[in-house]
């Protein structure tokens, strides 16, 4: 009898199985004739129905994924193609369709690793060798290896010469001339990719760069305008034509332009939205304000306002929290939300992450985090919510998490400049520079050479001593925005580090030309221009150019007059200077930038008691000027007076205690006096306050790496001090170094200490910890001399850590026991 009802269970289990499947099957044949009859909703709702039916269906599968691809859900497709290639890894269009999107999306393990699997199945595979062609290209370029990056170009070219419609192909091509410089042959490449595919947006976006570098000022508006009617819902084509306007000074062009988007009857609001951001930006926030107060009055209401009044209603209360009313704009904005609350819609959350970044610049965090929290539990990709959350993360040393988050919000919007540049931020947290600065150049292009993003790029060219590539991206970026001072004045800084003082020159005429009503821009030109001509040995003729800027008064005057003993400093004039800094601090007692170059002469003089009253007073005469608690407890410091420089930093720190250079102050003057907790506590509350300074981020890492033991202690100081990867500057690569030492990645740890030791060669500290990595090696002889070198500074007074003799005396004990 069991025998009979077990095979009735087993007859009636496969009469289901079969009955899904058949319903899948009906549902699949469903969605191919709504498919066929254009009705792809209806046919996507098809497809889940057959797949929840039977999720073998690998044709069903197939056609979703490629629905999502259409729609511009290349996350989401990206999963179905994945539930295939893990069934069967030998599924090569999973695998390349995959390798596709990964790439697109910058997902450059991904992109690899399902090239790879896609090629092993058919190594003709067109489209993956066009994928493996740019990996190849990025590497070498990653690498500084011009032998590869041609061979990866020749691979590219040859491939679009077989067939031209592999774009993937022909951006590497394109990518390669531009490098080279070879701008018409770009063109040509980027003329032929459009012909095949003109809404590819990255191939405008670059044809566009082209034109500008080429000078071709009537082709470039075109083909903004030909951009502007092909991607019509992109509103930074409008800001980009505007900025082309403006850096021609065509301003009444760019208004009428905007202005004329904005079509009567249309409930299209981005027309008048960028209008009113024109308004804001270029005549002056508050002519946004008058226009949207009018708008709102107006009655009723013109069409796109209509349409949706809250948008327009919440730009409202932005502006007026802008222009200072912080109560009245949040209240607007809560109040909105309120209203919209019961529809619980993709609006309302975007009003409450506008909300949330209010409350964050307002100094609530966590009333930010809770609206935050709340659009996400509602929908889990709203990307402003993802960009917030993502940037506490960063912050909170966790950069794994805000790399996921932002790898899955950048799949939707891959061409999103703020998102690129968060990521860059949570790979230099995750000590990865290479990506960093992948992220930080891709933000460049997705900006269309935005000022702020060249800018960030820039510095971090500057950083790596890349000055003919951070002059490339300012100048680009400066043909946009001529009129952008902080690009102009990061030029010059960048050709006084070429020390090309013609170019240099020349910035400085274009800051007094171009900034002829801004006095700081004009101080600072000033400035340059003593500089250069400093640099050039020209001292006669910088001794007449500061005596002429002396003449002036007020603040400017003032510094003026010390530019002039500065350079007598230079000049090894130093009685003449001290003569001038006496008359300068006795004729502006009121201004204590004139008795702090006294009392920095003095002391250079060796007249420390003089000096040390000259500070004294300072502090006393404007206890609100922080850089004379600074000179007073450097000066007691340099008298091993450490008690008294405590007593000053701690008073300074009474009258400014936000002042983040005296707290920097006080844990190194504590560090000297052996309390080592004390001074990690101190750094401990500054990195809380903020994680994002290096300085501080370095300090505190070195002092848990060189002064405890602990397991946990070290895997802190290694989460704080892993951005500090890839950089050039000594203090950074011994923490850097020396931490990686201790956590035996030797690979890491000696070309960092060996540049360290080379640039810091009076540390004993940084001798030390080369002289450990080198014994590790088994390099006794060079580890010994390190171990030497920094004994003899410590007998002539240099300062290490408490612990730093027996320290080395262990490590000299170890080495002979070898």
């Keep these: 009898m069991k025998k009979v009802v077990l095979a009735l269970a087993l007859t009636l289990a496969l009469a289901a199985c079969d009955s899904a499947k058949d319903k899948a099957a009906k549902h699949y044949a469903a969605a191919q004739e709504y498919a066929e009859q254009g009705d792809m909703p209806r046919a996507m709702v098809e497809l889940r129905n057959a797949l929840q039916l039977d999720e073998t269906l690998r044709d069903a599968r197939l056609m979703y994924a490629k629905a999502l691809l259409d729609r511009n859900q290349p996350a989401q497709a990206f999963a179905q193609y994945r539930f295939l290639f893990e069934r069967d890894p030998k599924d090569a269009e999973a695998a390349s369709a995959m390798a596709m999107i990964a790439f697109d999306a910058m997902g450059w393990d991904d992109a690899q690793r399902y090239s790879a699997a896609a090629l092993e199945q058919d190594p003709s595979d067109k489209e993956m060798l066009a994928v493996k062609a740019g990996l190849d290209y990025r590497k070498a370029s990653l690498n500084k290896d011009p032998t590869a990056q041609a061979a990866a170009a020749s691979q590219a070219s040859e491939l679009i010469e077989a067939d031209p419609t592999l774009i993937r192909a022909r951006r590497v091509v394109v990518a390669d001339a531009v490098q080279n410089g070879a701008l018409d042959a770009a063109l040509g490449f980027l003329d032929a990719g459009l012909k095949i595919t003109p809404a590819d947006r990255d191939l405008n976006n670059v044809r566009l760069v082209v034109l500008e570098r080429l000078g071709r000022d009537g082709d470039v508006e075109a083909q903004i305008r030909a951009m502007v009617q092909q991607f019509p819902q992109d509103e930074d084509l409008d800001n980009l034509l505007v900025s082309f306007y403006l850096s021609k000074g065509r301003i009444n062009d760019a208004e009428s332009w905007l202005r004329g988007r904005i079509t009567e009857g249309s409930t299209d609001p981005q027309p008048r939205l960028t209008f009113l951001r024109f308004l804001a930006e270029v005549r002056s926030p508050d002519a946004m304000r008058q226009e949207l107060s009018s708008i709102l009055a107006t009655n009723p209401l013109p069409s796109d306002v209509a349409a949706d009044p809250a948008q327009f209603k919440a730009l409202k209360a932005r502006a007026d929290y802008t222009a200072g009313e912080r109560d009245s704009g949040m209240a607007q904005m809560e109040a909105l939300i309120s209203d919209e609350e019961s529809g619980q819609s993709v609006e309302n959350d975007a009003l409450k992450v506008q909300l949330a970044q209010m409350r964050l610049e307002s100094g609530n965090d966590v009333g930010a985090r809770s609206l935050v929290e709340e659009v996400l539990k509602r929908d889990p990709g709203q990307t402003g919510a993802l960009k917030l959350k993502a940037g506490w993360l960063i912050k909170e040393d966790m950069p794994d998490e805000a790399i996921r988050i932002l790898r899955d919000a950048l799949a939707g919007a891959p061409n999103d400049p703020e998102l690129l540049t968060i990521l860059a931020g949570a790979y230099q947290r995750q000590g990865q520079p290479a990506l960093m600065a992948d992220m930080l150049a891709r933000a460049v292009d997705a900006s269309n050479q935005g000022a702020a993003e060249s800018t960030r790029y820039a510095t971090y060219l500057m950083q790596q001593q890349e000055y003919n590539s951070a002059e490339t991206i300012l100048i680009d970026a400066m043909r946009r925005d001529p009129k952008n001072f902080n690009l102009l004045n990061m030029l010059t800084r960048v050709h006084l580090l070429m020390q090309d003082w013609a170019r240099a020159t020349q910035d400085v005429e274009a800051i007094r030309s171009r900034f002829s009503g801004n006095a700081q821009a004009l101080t600072l030109a000033d400035e340059y221009q003593a500089q250069i001509m400093a640099r050039q040995g020209r001292n006669d003729e ?175 100081a290694w989460v704080v001090a892993r951005r500090l990867n890839g950089t050039q500057f000594p203090p950074f690569l011994d923490t850097y170094g020396w931490l990686a030492f201790r956590r035996g990645d030797m690979g890491q740890a000696l070309p960092a200490l060996t540049k360290a030791a080379q640039g810091l060669p009076n540390d004993p500290s940084v001798a030390y910890h080369l002289g450990m990595a080198l014994a590790v090696q088994g390099r006794k002889d060079e580890a010994a001399a390190e171990y030497d070198r920094a004994s003899k500074l410590r007998g002539s007074g240099a300062i290490a850590y408490p612990e730093f003799d027996a320290d080395l005396a262990k490590a000299r004990d170890a080495l002979k026991a070898k």
């Design 542 to 716: 910088l001794g007449g150019f500061l005596d002429d800027l002396a003449k002036g008064t007020g603040d400017n005057g003032v510094a003026s007059q010390i530019a002039v003993i500065r350079n007598m400093v230079r000049e090894g004039k130093l009685d003449q200077a001290l003569t001038m800094a006496t008359d300068l601090a006795q004729s502006n007692v009121d201004k204590p930038a004139a008795s702090l170059v006294l009392g920095q002469l003095l002391q250079a003089k060796g007249q420390v008691d003089e000096a040390r009253k000259t500070f004294e007073g300072v502090t006393v005469s404007d206890p609100s000027y922080e850089a004379g608690w600074l000179s007073l407890a450097i000066l007691q410091r340099s008298q091993k007076d450490i008690t008294a420089a405590l007593a000053t930093v701690d008073a300074g720190l009474g009258r400014i205690p936000q002042s983040r250079q005296l707290g920097l102050l006080k844990a190194g003057l504590l560090e000297a006096e052996g309390k080592i907790d004390a001074a990690i506590a101190i750094y401990e509350g500054l990195y809380a306050a903020n994680s994002d300074d290096v300085v501080v981020a370095n300090n505190l890492a070195s002092l848990l790496g060189s002064t405890r033991t602990d397991a946990e202690s070290l895997e802190r």
